[in-house]
Every structure is written in C-alpha cells, then in structure tokens.
C-alpha cells in the first residue's frame, strides 16, 4: 500500500500521477474502514481527499501554515502527516477528532468553531509580513457552509485591504455545511459552479479572434479591457474581485492536477487568491452519498458495507425536544424554530417538516439568529432558537443587549450541554450556565428526565417578556426521576427520615445530574448522614424557598454539569448570603480548563464528578463540622 509509505508530506512528492489516484483510493478505503469502527465525521473526509493531498504537495507544512476552518475535515491531513493509527479514534489516548497542537507541528488550528480560520489566516499572514519572511506561505480552507459566518467576512474585508500581502484561501465548495447551504451567498456560488469559467472563456475567444484577420487582434484587446464587466455576464465571480481578491476557479476538486496548478499559481501570487474548489461530500462511498439529510457528516458505528449504524440507538435528548417541538407547533401558530446551519443535529428537521414556512436556517450565524429572534419576539412571534451549549458562547451580547435588554420572548435550546467528551474542549457545553448567570431578567431550566424537559420547553415558550433558555445533555435521555413534592417551585426527589430534626446536607441537584445525586445521598445515608435532594428545576433565578430550606441544613452541596466558576453554585452562594443564611456550601461541577477528549464517563471520573468522589468530600466535610475531622479520618465510601 502506498499509504503505509506516507510518513509526512514530501513523500508525496515522489509519486507520479498514477500513484497519486491510487493514493487517494486508498485513504477513501482506508477513511471508511476506520472511521465505521470509531465513529466519526466521514462525508466531509471524503470529500477533500485529492484537495489535501494537493495542498501538501504545492505547500511546505509546518513551514507554510496550512490551516483547516472547523477541522472536521482533517482526517486526510492527519494521514498526510504521519498519524495512520486511528483505532482510538476520538477516545482517550487516541487522535483527536480535530486538528491538535499536541498531536503534531503540522495542525494550527484546534478550536472548531466555523468561520474562524480566516482571521487566523490574515494575522499569521501579517506575522509573516512584519517579520519578513517571504518564503512563507498561508493557505486556509474554508467551507461555503463556514462561509455564510459573519467571521469570515470580517476577515475578508481586512484581508483584501493589503493587495500586497500573500494569502491563499481554498473554498471547499461541497453544497453543504450539515445539510445543503442556503441563503445568499449559496446562490452566488451555485451560479458559479454552472457557469463556465471567464478564463476558459477568454481563452476560447483569444485563440478564435487572433486567427480572425485585421479585426480579431484589436477587438481581442477590447473585450479584454472590458474584462470586469465580462466576467460579470459570464461567471459572476465579480463578488470576490470587488473586494481585491483575486479569484481562480471553479476547479474540479477531485482533479488533482488541476487542484496542484490552480494552488501553484495561487501560491506565486503576491496578494490574496481565492481558489474555489468545487467538492462532493461523501465522495466514493455510495451510503454517504445517498445520505441526503448530510451526507454522513458524523456517524457512529457503522458497517462498513451497508452504512447503517450497528447498535440501535436509544431515544436521546434530542430527539424528546424534536417531537415535543412539533406538539408545540401544533397547539401554538406562533412558535417558530431558528437553527444555525444545523437543522438535523439539533432535532428541528420534524418541526422543520411540519411546518415548512416557520422554521428559519440562519447558517453559522448565531449572532444573526439571536437578533433576528428579537426582531420575530418584536413581530408578535415567539422563536426556539436550538442551538448546541457550545456555540450560543458566540451569540452572547446579542442575547444580552438585543434580546435580554429589550425583554423579548425568545427560548433559547441548548443541545449537548455539559461535558459531551468525544468532540474535545471546544464541543463542551461547560460555560453557559456561566456566561448566563449574568443576564438580567433570564430563565434557565434544566431538566432531569425527558418528561422534564417536555413540560420546562411548554413553559419556556409561555414567557413573554424574558428571554428562556432550556439546557440539556448530549446522547441518550436517562430513566425517569419522579418528585415526591414540591418546595417552592423546585422538585423534592428525596427527603430524610421524619424523626431528623435538622438533616446534615441539602444537596441541589441540577439538570441530567439527579440520578448521581441520589446515589450520593445513599452513600451518605450509610454513613449516619441524612441528605435532602431538591431539583430547582429553573436554575436562574434562584428559587426564593431555596434559602429557608438551606437553613435547615448544616451544608449546602450543589451539583452541576457546567463550569463551577460563575456557575449555578456560584449564584446558589449568593443567594444564601444575601438571604443572611450562614451555611457551609460546597460547589461540584466542571474545573475551568480545557477537557482533552475521551467519553463523558471517562471525563466526570477524571474530574471527580462522580457520586463516590463527591459522597467521599461530603463525608470529610461533615466529619469536620462535627468536630472528628482532625481526630480520625472520615469513613470510606465505596
């Protein structure tokens, strides 16, 4: 196999162009074998193959920066670049599912959020400038779906301002981001890809005029003085040149010597190119490519031959929200569904089905979808704008000035909240507890079990003056934890025996948590030490009967899948003291650092978030506040 004899970049230089198409099969086969076994991002692997082979034969990585938007497609890049072992994949000690620092020299880029790696590229482009290093070169792909974020065309504007600064943006054009890629931009593209080229055009012409006597000379140089306009008629790429950029393309993205001449030029270029690559997600893999929802973006365990999933996946989160929201719409006219270029990921396709002419895709764009679902609560609608934990991180000033400040009715839905493991630091939904805390006049429910999260989604969507925010996990939904009462307008889930006067631990249980936080308060009763389990079910604000009951408690402990920094322990410790209540707290949650990738249990172990861990510091606490502390150690829990 000529893939085992890859081991880093220039060893492609070597191969004759037969080699190199035998070497493209041969990742697809290998891409498709792997990734069946771990679970992956497939399609778009598939998709770029001859692209990133090309790339790595016209650019000398790591000298030359080669920087991939999202890296969901970097899975070739890897291969590329040394890492053929993928059988832990996305697991503890495995590859990361993305471009990684700690991995090798070779990957830049390691956050993969959409729409980033233009502004990446333009300050690596002024560093190479101010530090005179001319020999070296940026290319950056970037994914139409990526480009319908507001990012990238920030970037563009500062990049097409120095017409003399090197700078190659590859436009991995395959129709789609999870699903087909709509809006404007869309459009412009798709015209470009059923136009034939100005350049082939002009060429055409050049050579039919120059054989025409006395006129064909002169009118050849007119209409190529006339060139803009030209281009305009006969492939509106006058977009990109409007800005300053020079444009080259459409090329064929799986034609590996027209991608390594149309990069080469690019490459001697002395300012910034746009090379637009036209791709098939999915490519040479008949499932993928007859997956129309996306095209196997993202599998889990597949068989390799037939595609279809292994095990029979549970009823998930997301998929409670999905059918919940089509009951919604169904009772209420007014609701509408937003999604940010993630209509199937996010469960939305169902409503989307049901009611086709309100449900609005804004493309990776979720400060443009939190303003516009001010603008829809204005119009007298209410949007669900569902969307994952992680990336409402980039929407945060629009929910506060746009939606908060003006006291719209918008329900905000965070999928894969928490700690969700495989996708690595960045796909942890460990800051909007925080980041949210903050807003004056939100809502926040986290539900515990699926009926939960039916009945808080009802009555987010009741409000009407405040922006709400329903958050849950990533994978599949828990067995039900019924309430024994009510305290206030949380949930009792467990009470101590009658004849205890004052129990020792209130424990405040949040989200997906409760089932630990009942086996916590088990360990501690078979240490002598009674516990009381409430679910505040909204988590901001902080349940006015939390305080009083927290009186009646020696410690307070909170337990929540989120950041413990400005997290919903945090908000619990203010409360209590602005109610004058002088109770020991203990805060459990995530630390404030980047989790490497691993599964959610593996992680919640590492981190001690888990019931024997938590159940054991509890003891040591209550131990000490009973005077034991320093005499003898606090029993074991197993």
């Not at 809006?183 to 005029?209: S, V």
């Not at 101590?496 to 089932?515: F, H, K, T, Y």
């Not at 936080?517 to 939390?546: F, H, M, N, Y």
Request: charged share 25%.
């Amino acid at each position: 196999m000529l893939l085992t004899r890859i081991k880093g970049p220039r060893d492609l230089d070597r191969l004759s162009p037969e080699q190199l198409n035998q070497l493209a099969a041969e990742i697809r086969s290998f891409l498709v074998d792997a990734v069946s076994k771990t679970g992956g991002h497939l399609g778009p692997n598939l998709g770029v193959v001859e692209l990133t082979i090309a790339l790595h034969r016209v650019f000398e990585s790591p000298k030359d920066k080669i920087l991939f938007d999202t890296g969901h497609q970097a899975y070739v890049h890897k291969l590329l670049t040394g890492r053929q072992d993928f059988t832990g994949l996305r697991t503890k000690g495995g590859l990361s599912g993305y471009p990684s620092r700690a991995e090798s020299e070779h990957d830049v880029i390691e956050n993969s959020h959409a729409s980033t790696v233009l502004g990446w590229a333009d300050g690596l482009a002024k560093a190479n400038q101010v530090l005179g290093r001319e020999d070296h070169h940026v290319a950056a792909v970037i994914g139409d779906g990526a480009l319908t974020g507001g990012m990238a065309w920030e970037a563009l504007n500062n990049i097409a301002a120095a017409k003399d600064r090197p700078l190659v943006i590859v436009v991995n054009d395959n129709e789609r981001s999870y699903g087909p890629t709509i809006g404007g931009l869309a459009d412009h593209l798709a015209t470009l890809r059923t136009t034939d080229g100005y350049e082939r055009f002009l060429a055409r012409g050049k050579d039919l005029l120059e054989r025409t006597p006395v006129v064909g000379k002169p009118l050849y140089e007119t209409l190529h003085g006339a060139k803009k306009g030209l281009k305009d008629f006969i492939a509106p790429q006058g977009m990109f040149e409007d800005l300053g950029l020079k444009y080259i393309g459409p090329i064929d993205g799986h034609d590996l010597e027209a991608l390594e001449s149309a990069l080469t030029r690019a490459k001697r270029f002395s300012g910034p190119v746009i090379v637009h690559c036209l791709t098939q997600k999915g490519r040479g893999y008949t499932p993928a490519l007859e997956h129309e929802a996306d095209r196997f973006h993202a599998v889990g365990v597949i068989h390799p031959d037939t595609g279809l999933p292994v095990k029979t996946a549970a009823a998930s989160w997301t998929s409670v929200f999905a059918d919940e929201m089509v009951k919604i719409g169904h009772d209420r006219p007014d609701v509408v569904g937003i999604t940010a270029a993630m209509l199937h990921p996010v469960g939305l396709n169902k409503f989307a089905e049901a009611f086709p002419d309100r449900i609005y895709d804004v493309g990776i764009a979720e400060q443009h979808g939190a303003t516009s679902a001010a603008g829809l609560a204005t119009g007298g609608v209410h949007p669900v704008f569902a969307v994952y934990a992680t990336f409402l991180n980039r929407a945060f000033d629009q929910v506060l000035m746009d939606v908060a400040l003006h006291k719209c009715g918008v329900t905000f839905v965070l999928d894969r909240a928490g700690v969700t493991g495989d996708d690595g630091a960045s796909h942890n939904g460990m800051w909007d507890m925080s980041i949210l805390q903050v807003v004056p006049g939100l809502r926040l429910a986290a539900p515990r079990d699926a009926e939960q999260l039916r009945a808080q989604l009802r009555e987010a969507v009741e409000v009407k003056d405040a922006p709400t925010v329903v958050r849950f996990s990533k994978g599949v939904v828990g067995p039900a934890v019924p309430a024994i009462g009510r305290i206030g307008g949380m949930d009792l889930l467990r009470a101590p025996a009658p004849e205890v006067r004052q129990p020792d631990v209130l424990i405040v249980s949040v989200g997906a948590l409760a089932p630990m936080c009942l086996e916590i308060a088990d360990l501690l009763d078979k240490q002598g030490i009674s516990a009381t389990v409430v679910d505040p079910r909204w988590v901001k604000p902080v349940d006015e009967a939390l305080a009083p009951l927290a009186e009646r408690h020696r410690v307070v402990v909170t337990v929540e899948d989120n950041g413990r920094t400005g997290g919903v322990g945090a908000a619990v410790s203010q409360a209590l003291r602005d109610a004058g209540v002088d109770v020991p707290l203990r805060d459990f949650g995530i630390p404030q650092r980047f989790l490497d990738h691993a599964l959610r249990k593996e992680i919640l172990a590492e981190i001690g978030l888990t019931a024997p861990d938590i159940a054991r510091q509890v003891t040591g606490l209550v131990a000490k506040l009973d005077g034991r502390y320093e005499s003898e150690p606090a029993a074991a829990v197993d």
